[in-house]
């Protein structure tokens, strides 16, 4: 039943994704003017001047001279071939750019997502045994503040501590010898050396309301019928917390798995650019921002499958979860 | 024997200074980088000597010799600020610009003849010169770009406007391994001082012996290349991807690609994934200082990319920065900055601008509404209008008393500065500018006290202005807004967004518009506020432009004045004597004087940047503006660190 599902599921993507990039498309085109005018307005900026037979030769050789149809045919086609097109701002081809900084964003991603659970878990299950007490209280007020700093306000500030008071280096996720390396071992090590602080910084709001769902979940749990029975069988106290009031508690954040990496792209844009991050979000809103049609798009579309297939994943994971969770 | 032989150098140098002084350097008299020197010891390069053109490019340094070693720590912002890597490595063209900014010098180039008219043009390139990768650098990479390129309409299917002249392409004409002739098809008085300009090394940008690969009729295999290339679609596409293009971040993403520059780009290169990107001395570099010393001096320059400019300013304040001023010259930033000078060991250099006032108002002299046309065609309107602004209130809360009260024109210390305009009409006389504005048919008023039009409408200006790169044009306009209601003038302001600000502009669909005025000390290159001339920047009549550019065949023909002077622009173009030449720009200078077509609130005002303490060999005061692409005219190469 379940791979009848899972089959159904992928299948729907297709037409999803087709509408998908149709309506990213559009959305990139809707602001008035195109990548030329953007580029010879920021050019205007520091009073650069560009030749007007340049910019003809640009506006010809991208294709901005077309109508918007052709240029989004164009797209499609050499998409189907797996070729993403060119980057105008960078005139480079738009696949050189984004597998990295892709990798970089689920790497990130995943580091957040296991540092918030990790935080957020044990105190959100002992919030909610122990409610009202002085560790409640104290776990909720930290909770608060963390979800009250704005995250980038925390990054500066965390960076300016780093760089006036002790002189290091702050923002990106390598020191300079491994910036541009090829993967090594010894540049994993310097990418963990480096990612405590992003990910600390990013995952404080969301082990916030983490916390907050847990023990507000669990506390429904923990008074219903079914906790009574086994603790009247004698179960000891900690495996019984465990094995039934905390599986069911865990259905929001299982479910919630498909919006993470959107989120981190979307949401944790201001604070990548303000710590330098290589990731996907700042090169995405630059492309969006510039009107670099090919590349935005491609972002958008990697990022719309990895949320479908992300919510893929926590349906299944909420079956195997949840036995009240069924599909037919 | 080598190692005596480089340990006896040194010693030898000092005595043969003073014979330096008086023979031309002998191959033996050159001094090699450390880092350098090793790579010669292991048989990797070969001696300074034989890397060395013949006659190297001599350069006095500024203040003192240098020594080796050391990285120039600078910083990019976010992407496309490719034009960074450019103002530091610098346009090595056929010509450069003095560190003055007093004429040119040669460069690239040994020397050079031109003829009487300026038609022709003929270059003397320095023997033995090579490529970053070694290989000779002849005529015959010259007439690559003219032939192959320049002349091919599959590559430029609209040539660069600096090598067109009557709207036929340059040629050229190899006379031996080392001349070639350029020739126009009509005077061409300006073309080379536009060779030191940051976007005009074409003739020397391309390697002949690397790029032909790219090029179908070297290479019958590039329709292959293309398929296999991702993005890229014709030969064009894929030659400017793998060999770069003047003006595209591509240009220093291609680590293989031979060039003339003192630095060139190792693996990590300028792309878009990265956040560090590193050069390394070219050890092919022509230029040596006049101890025989290889330039350039430093080892190294590393660029950080932050996205941000606040990120960059802390990289600033914590000393990480070497020299730069692009990203961090703001007003606001100053005093910051200043905080953090003597923790961070650095200190400020004088950026003079080249550019004439910091806001200028450009009324539009080709408004689609004909009562508004015809009001704001009317000199005595436009008087009344300036006459109307405070500009000692501006200057005082917008501009925290820095600058003078200016409209537009070269400053005061260009040969070109013309009084009249850049003083006329600064005072604030309201009584005057009521005067004026009754005169013109303005003299009935409505309920709110504001002037109405002959047709009956309120006489309003609803003005646009790109508020997030300029917030003081903001501030400026709304302390204007309340003086011209005191002579019966309506303005709204609004911030927008700024291809937005574009797309208005090249619509025609403004009242006026604000842009701070270039031409205060480059006013030859850059002369849009005097006539008609630039299609993004010229906001006083856009359609003018238009018909300028097309000949005729599009937009709208400009009013008597302005085609006088753009007759006048077209004589100054094919002068080829300087004298002549600035004869003809004071005459358009005077027209627009005269014509008093726009006006602005303050004279553009000096700006920083911040160097190492150590840093040696930088200057006190470097111009800053496009055309002078600073600080690489005051060459950075010849720049080292104190022991």
Excluded at chain 1, 57 to 80: H, M, S
Excluded at chain 2, 420 to 448: C, I, M, R, V
Aim: charged share 20%.
């Amino acid at each position: 039943m379940l791979w009848r599902y899972i089959l159904k599921r992928l299948l729907w993507m297709i037409p999803f994704l087709f509408a998908v990039s149709v309506v990213s498309f559009l959305l990139i085109q809707a602001p008035p003017g195109d990548y030329l005018t953007t580029y010879i307005a920021k050019l205007a900026e520091s009073n650069e001047i560009l030749d007007q037979s340049a910019i003809d030769n640009l506006r010809e050789r991208f294709g901005l001279d077309q109508p918007i149809y052709v240029q989004y045919f164009k797209w499609i086609a050499n998409l189907l071939h797996g070729d993403f097109g060119m980057s105008f701002e960078w005139r480079q081809p738009v696949s050189e750019l984004i597998w990295e900084r892709m990798a970089l964003t689920l790497i990130l991603s995943f580091a957040t997502l296991l540092f918030s659970w990790a935080i957020s878990l044990p105190i959100g299950i002992y919030s909610a045994v122990r409610k009202y007490s002085i560790g409640d209280y104290v776990a909720s007020t930290l909770g608060f503040l963390g979800l009250a700093t704005p995250n980038f306000l925390l990054a500066l500030v965390l960076m300016y501590i780093g760089v006036v008071y002790f002189g290091s280096d702050v923002g990106g996720l390598f020191s300079n010898e491994y910036v541009n390396a090829p993967w090594s071992w010894g540049r994993f090590i310097d990418l963990l050396k480096h990612l405590w602080l992003p990910v600390v910084v990013l995952g404080t709001g969301a082990t916030a309301s983490l916390i907050r769902i847990m023990r507000a979940n669990l506390l429904d749990e923990l008074n219903r019928p079914y906790v009574d029975t086994a603790r009247a069988k004698g179960m000891s106290e900690f495996w019984l917390i465990m094995k039934y009031p905390v599986r069911v508690a865990l259905n929001p954040f299982v479910s919630t798995i498909g919006w993470v990496l959107p989120n981190l792209v979307s949401g944790a844009v201001v604070t990548a650019i303000v710590l330098s991050l290589p990731t996907a979000g700042p090169l995405m809103l630059q492309a969006l921002l510039s009107q670099d049609m090919y590349l935005a798009g491609a972002f958008v579309l990697l990022l719309s499958s990895l949320t479908v297939v992300g919510m893929l994943i926590s349906d299944i994971l909420l079956v195997l979860l949840d036995p009240r969770v069924k599909y037919d | 024997m080598n190692n005596i032989w480089c340990r006896m150098r040194r010693p030898l140098m000092a005595s043969a200074a003073v014979a330096l002084m008086l023979t031309p350097l002998s191959a033996w008299a050159y001094q090699d980088a450390p880092m350098l020197e090793e790579q010669v010891k292991a048989g990797k390069l070969p001696p300074v000597d034989q890397r060395l053109p013949e006659k190297p490019d001599v350069i006095t340094p500024l203040n003192e010799t240098g020594t080796y070693g050391g990285t120039l720590r600078r910083m990019l912002g976010g992407s496309n600020d490719h034009n960074s890597i450019l103002r530091i490595v610098g346009p090595q063209g056929l010509t450069r610009w003095k560190a003055d900014w007093s004429g040119i010098e040669p460069n690239v180039a040994e020397s050079w003849e031109a003829n009487a008219d300026a038609t022709e043009f003929t270059f003397h390139l320095r023997k033995g010169m090579k490529w970053s990768d070694g290989e000779p650098f002849t005529a015959d990479d010259v007439m690559f770009f003219v032939d192959d390129l320049l002349n091919n309409e599959e590559f430029y299917p609209s040539a660069p406007s600096n090598y067109v002249v009557d709207n036929k392409r340059m040629q050229a004409e190899k006379i031996d391994d080392y001349t070639v002739k350029f020739k126009f098809a009509g005077p061409y008085g300006l073309f080379l001082q536009l060779l030191a300009t940051p976007l005009a090394q074409e003739p020397v940008f391309w390697a002949k012996h690397y790029c032909k690969q790219f090029v179908p009729k070297y290479n019958p295999d590039v329709d292959k290349m293309v398929k296999e290339t991702p993005g890229v679609e014709d030969w064009p596409s894929l030659f400017k991807l793998k060999c770069g293009e003047l003006e595209s971040p591509a240009r220093w993403g291609n680590p293989a690609r031979p060039t003339l520059d003192p630095w060139i780009m190792t693996d990590q290169a300028y792309t878009a994934g990265t956040t560090r990107v590193v050069m390394t001395r070219n050890p092919y570099f022509w230029q040596v200082d006049d101890k025989g010393n290889q330039l350039p001096y430093t080892d190294e320059v590393t660029m950080g990319v932050a996205p941000d400019n606040q990120a960059l300013l802390l990289e600033a304040v914590a000393g990480h920065v070497d020299m730069q001023r692009r990203k961090i010259d703001t007003l606001a930033n100053k005093p910051v900055l200043a905080q953090a000078m003597e923790k961070g060991g650095f200190h400020f250099y004088e950026a003079t601008p080249s550019s004439s006032s910091t806001m200028t108002i450009h009324l539009n002299l080709t408004h689609k509404d004909p009562v508004m046309r015809k009001l704001l065609n009317d000199k005595n309107v436009r008087i009344a209008l300036s006459l109307g602004i405070d500009r000692e209130e501006i200057i005082d809360i917008v501009y925290q008393g820095v600058g003078q009260p200016w409209q537009i024109g070269p400053l005061e210390q260009s040969p070109l500065y013309n009084e009249q305009l850049s003083h006329q009409f600064t005072e604030y006389d309201p009584d005057k500018a009521n005067e004026l504005l009754d005169a013109a048919g303005l003299d009935k008023k409505d309920a709110q006290g504001y002037r109405l039009r002959p047709d009956g409408k309120r006489f309003t200006f609803n003005v646009n202005y790109t508020g997030i790169e300029q917030p003081d044009w903001g501030d400026a306009l709304e302390i204007m807004k309340e003086q011209w209601q005191k002579i019966g003038v309506e303005l709204n302001a609004t911030s927008v967004e700024r291809s937005i600000y574009y797309s208005r502009g090249e619509a025609n669909d403004y009242d006026f518009m604000v842009w701070q005025s270039p031409g205060g000390l480059d006013a030859y290159f850059d002369p849009r506020d005097y006539f008609p001339i630039h299609p993004q920047g010229s906001w006083q009549a856009i359609p003018w432009v238009r018909w300028y550019l097309t000949g005729g065949k599009e937009g709208e023909e400009p009013d008597a004045s302005n085609k006088e002077r753009l007759k006048l622009y077209d004589e100054f173009k094919g002068a080829a004597d300087p004298a002549k030449q600035e004869e003809i720009f004071k005459k358009i200078l005077q027209i627009a004087a005269d014509q008093f077509e726009m006006f602005s609130i303050s004279s553009a005002t000096s700006t920083f940047g911040v160097v190492n303490n150590k840093l040696m060999n930088v200057p006190d005061k470097i111009p800053s503006s496009w055309m002078y692409p600073d600080p690489a005219p005051t060459l950075p190469q010849t720049y080292f660190y104190k022991k």
